[in-house]
């Protein structure tokens, strides 16, 4: 093929790419000669040709501290998860809450990657939204958290208690316990199983994902609850957690003989509170779906508190 030949080959191939339509998984690039691929974006290769798909303000505004590369952590109704960049930009009701830079949805919904430093954001996508968002999420969850006509202010009817479902605040478990006091009540304690499961399924309800330090404790080698009485183990209250290392399982039978479970089969899962605390106050975690499971009591976590005195 002669030269003069190749040149017009090459030149209608720029003329088409510059003309095509990007795919609903592509964005052009700045100089419209090309359209590469979403996961192409910042991925130390520059795809485009005039290098803005690795520009340095773009990528640093692309890349997420928490989630894979093209993803980014989304908040909805107490809720968070990665989702892919394109998801978190889709309008939805509610809108995703982060930290994205709302100029990387300018981006994608226009579909052209564009000098970021010269891109103007609509302002209902700045951060004083998103606040003023989350402020409409907290309105929705009062009811089922800081307030009751039933109940003292700052607590809510769960049952035949009132409860104070703090989630907004993170702090030690000493630190829970004195403003669970100073409010007019104490950290929860479980009366039975019911009462236990009837929690569980509020803070479910209520859609909160914090987590919550209760009034069990270790302290001289016993798990108790605030009043001293032992804190039951086992099942239905206490998690289950994975360890790295497989351990035996022994059983004594009804007669009193001892020997390794199941032909000594090694197991990897254990239920809390381990044999060796992995720390020393109790708290319900979102993590473990809400069961009870032992935790450092400098760990900074929401107090859930009963009222001592609903009059």
């Known amino acids: 093929m002669s030269s003069t030949v190749t040149f017009i080959v090459l030149l209608l191939s720029c003329y088409y790419t510059a003309g095509q339509e990007c795919s609903s998984d592509e964005l052009r690039c700045r100089d419209n000669t090309r ?3 979403l ?3 910042c991925d130390n290769d520059n795809d485009c040709g005039d290098n803005s798909d690795e520009d340095e303000t773009l990528c640093d505004a692309w890349r997420s501290e928490t989630c894979d590369r093209g993803q980014y952590m989304c908040e909805r109704f107490g809720d968070a998860s990665c989702v892919p960049i394109p998801d978190y930009c889709e309008a939805s009701n509610p809108p995703c809450t982060g930290d994205l830079d709302p100029r990387i949805c300018h981006i994608v919904n226009d579909g052209k990657i564009q000098n970021f430093s010269t891109i103007i954001v609509n302002p209902a996508t700045t951060n004083l939204n998103r606040s003023k968002i989350r402020g409409e999420e907290l309105k929705e969850v009062v009811n089922f958290t800081l307030s009751h006509p039933a ?3 700052l607590f809510t009817l769960v049952g035949d208690q009132c409860l104070s479902i703090l989630f907004v605040n993170n702090v030690t478990w000493g630190e829970s316990r004195h403003l669970c006091q100073l409010i007019g009540g104490d950290l929860i304690t479980f009366r039975n199983v019911s009462h236990f499961a009837s929690v569980i399924q509020h803070l479910k309800e209520s859609k909160v994902t914090a987590d919550f330090w209760v009034g069990g ?3 001289n080698t016993e798990w108790t609850w605030l009043d001293g009485s032992p804190m039951e183990h086992g099942s239905p209250f206490w998690t289950v957690r994975y360890s790295d290392l ?5 059983v004594t039978t009804a007669l009193n ?3 390794r479970a199941n032909s000594g089969s090694c197991y990897r899962y254990y239920q809390a509170p381990n044999e060796f605390p992995q720390g020393e106050c109790v708290a319900l975690t979102f993590q473990h779906f809400y069961y ?3 935790e450092d009591c400098l760990h900074r976590k929401s107090p859930l508190c009963v009222a001592t005195d609903r009059n």
């Open 257 to 259: 003989i001892t020997r």
């Open 217 to 219: 404790h270790y302290e």
């Open 39 to 41: 996961r192409y974006i």
């Open 246 to 250: 497989c351990k035996y399982r022994e």
């Open 151 to 153: 109940c003292p202010p």
């Open 292 to 294: 009870m499971s032992d």
């Open 35 to 37: 359209c590469i691929p």
